[in-house]
């Protein structure tokens, strides 16, 4: 079967809103096995969604609608609906009563009216409670197909698709997805496309690559009769992509953050970290400090952006800046081996470069960078060229200053 998503609400097209929602139902889509190829996002106008809902009704067997169930007069989605079914509005009872309540349980007293209109549903459509809100959601069988209406705040939609909708829809499943991510970082995407052009053939598993900010994902998925029968499906293909990919792979959880990583292998080793950033300046180290429990681990953080604060807090050596510079080998590897000894950590990382758009030269252009870590009395450095904007490039020299300290605890 095949299932379209349609997310309602002018929000999402003025970019005002982030659609988490059509990520959640995809996923919910793919592992109950049905087939997703369409998603339309279209503004709070009765005419386009009807045009939206007709033609996914022509070409998909379920489509699931979210948002404009609401109290307000754009949300319009079960009143377009009900109009291109040619079915009624009815009030329900037992919503209208939910409605009540909800108000009710929070001692408020002064209830606008339009509030009620969300205990209008489609005539013979199924009807899903909210636990988390007032407007309920509804499941309409119309000739075949399947519609279903869900709200638009996130907390709301997935615990009612999750404990309602996907119930039902579990029933109306002739098989189901599985799918595997292996996420790789230090290789490029069109290498690694090269490197498994034997293995996207689009049979059945499948894969496919997708590139993210300084790393590649490889999604690997089989379709089968049970999700067992799925999984035993992929074994051979991962299997093959583990041994094509040895030393680039970064994790097979789709979530975890590099950060987040990095922190697992300090706090597992039982080590203690530190930086000291100039063209970062300090976006390193905030980085880190995002992760939960850090403090287990990370001690100080040191920005010595001029010569200045390199040499006061770094005692990086003034003749070292003076014939190297401070984007050098030799002045990244002082402020790693300057950072450890200030702290007392076990591990310092440090950068310096030219992040741009101004200062770089013929023999030092903007976007060179320099990563350097110290740990267990050696000092690495890495030289990069990175292309981009400001921005680009300091996020490029954070990744490859997280993966520095990942490959040498690895």
């Not at 998909?60 to 040619?86: F, H, M, N, Q």
């Not at 076990?346 to 030092?364: L, Q, S």
Request: aromatic share 6%; with cysteine.
């Amino acid at each position: 079967m095949t299932a379209e998503l349609i997310s309602v609400g002018t929000e999402l097209l003025l970019g005002n809103i982030v659609n988490t929602n059509a990520r959640y139902l995809a996923t919910q889509c793919a592992e109950l096995g049905f087939s997703a190829f369409n998603q339309t996002v279209v503004g709070d106008n009765e005419p386009r969604l009807a045009d939206a809902l007709q033609t996914a009704l022509e070409r998909s067997d379920i489509v699931i609608l979210t948002g404009g169930l609401g109290p307000t007069r754009d949300d319009l989605t079960k009143e377009t609906t009900a109009g291109l079914l040619k079915r009624n509005l009815v009030r329900d009872e037992r919503s209208f009563q939910r409605i009540k309540s909800y108000f009710s349980g929070r001692n408020i007293k002064d209830i606008a009216c339009n509030n009620y209109k969300q205990a209008d549903i489609i005539e013979g459509s199924i009807v899903l409670d909210n636990d988390d809100g007032t407007a309920p959601g509804l499941i309409v069988e119309h000739e075949g197909k399947i519609i279903i209406l869900l709200p638009g705040p996130p907390k709301e939609m997935t615990e009612m698709f999750r404990n309602k909708a996907y119930p039902y829809l579990v029933g109306k499943t002739d098989g189901t997805i599985f799918s595997s991510v292996i996420r790789l970082i230090g290789i490029g995407e069109s290498k690694v496309a090269e490197m498994v052009d034997d293995l996207i053939n689009g049979k059945n598993p499948t894969m496919a690559t997708y590139a993210k900010e300084g790393e590649v994902m490889l999604r690997l998925t089989a379709k089968a009769t049970t999700r067992e029968d799925a999984m035993d499906m992929l074994k051979p293909l991962q299997e093959e992509t583990r041994k094509r990919f040895t030393g680039y792979i970064l994790t097979e959880n789709p979530d975890e953050s590099l950060e987040e990583i990095v922190v697992g292998l300090l706090k597992k080793a039982g080590l203690s970290l530190s930086s000291a950033e100039s063209c970062t300046g300090g976006l390193l180290a905030g980085r880190i400090i995002n992760v939960s429990g850090v403090s287990e681990i990370f001690k100080e953080g040191f920005v010595t952006y001029s010569n200045e604060a390199k040499v006061k807090r770094l005692g990086v050596p003034t003749a070292t800046l003076e014939e190297f510079g401070a984007v050098s080998v030799e002045t990244a590897k002082a402020m790693a081996q300057g950072c450890a000894r200030a702290t007392g950590t076990d591990v310092a990382i440090a950068t310096t470069g030219i992040a741009g758009p101004d200062g770089g030269t013929i023999h030092k252009p903007v976007g060179l960078v320099y990563i350097a870590c110290s740990f267990g009395g050696n000092t690495v450095v890495e030289e990069y060229f990175f292309k981009g904007s400001r921005d680009r490039v300091r996020e490029q020299t954070i990744i490859r200053a997280l993966d520095l300290i990942r490959k040498i605890l690895g």
